[in-house]
T-cell receptor, first 109, second 113 residues
């Protein structure tokens, strides 16, 4: 079967750094993506890793290790507006994205 | 620039009634189109995807169907709604080919009573 595992909830303090992990098991692999979704809103694309290593985009970074079927999203200098759900997603052997169940991040003052 | 529209934004329907949700994309040609459903506090479940007009792939057996009558129009339908059909329905598009970035519409919140 195909599955993505990520923690259901993470809490952190404003200004801190938080890491959201994702492990996957899929029939094919064409890259790991991360999406952000605020309550009541639509998911928005954050990052994409096709190769091993770290990709940095402003305060957000994403890491991939294909040999470990593992990746993470790193959020630095947390702000209150970062409180949202974060989904990892893997493109399998077709044109589909397989989404994880999401990690709810709560940023406290 | 590309935009994606969904309507209605919210919908309350009785059990057994029909459903039609519409999604349109502007500013791009021959996109891949997707319908997802999200239960409260849960992840995104892929329902249907389409790589071209009249080409629909179904991911889960259910009482829903999808159609793509035009290149940039994607419709989700049901003849008889069930209570379990309640949820947040999201339409998304991506460029043709194996791209990982999908662009989501604002969604339709459906409540079946």
């Amino acid at each position: 079967g195909q599955s993505l595992e990520q923690p259901s909830e993470v809490t952190a303090v404003e200004g801190a750094i938080v890491q959201i992990n994702c492990t996957y098991q899929t029939s094919g692999f064409y890259g790991l993506s991360w999406y952000q979704q605020h309550d009541g809103g639509a998911p928005t694309f954050l990052s994409y890793n096709a190769l091993d290593g770290l990709e940095e985009t402003g305060r957000f970074s994403s890491f991939l290790s294909r040999s470990d079927s593992y990746g993470y999203l790193l959020l630095q200098e947390l702000q209150m507006k970062d409180s949202a759900s974060y989904f990892c997603a893997v493109r399998d052997s077709s044109y589909k994205l397989i989404f994880g169940s999401g990690t709810r991040l709560l940023v406290r003052p | 620039s590309q935009t994606i529209h969904q309507w209605p934004a919210t919908l309350v329907q009785p059990v057994g009634s029909p459903l039609s949700l519409e999604c349109t994309v502007e500013g791009t040609s021959n996109p891949n189109l997707y319908w997802y459903r999200q239960a409260a506090g849960r992840g995104l479940q892929l329902l249907f995807y389409s790589v071209g007009i009249g080409q629909i792939s179904s991911e889960v057996p259910q009482n829903l169907s999808a159609s793509r009558p035009q290149d940039r129009q994607f419709i989700l339908s049901s003849k008889k709604l069930l209570l379990s059909d309640s949820g947040f329905y999201l339409c998304a598009w991506s460029l043709g080919g194996p791209y990982n970035e999908q662009f989501f519409g604002p969604g339709t919140r459906l409540t079946v009573l």
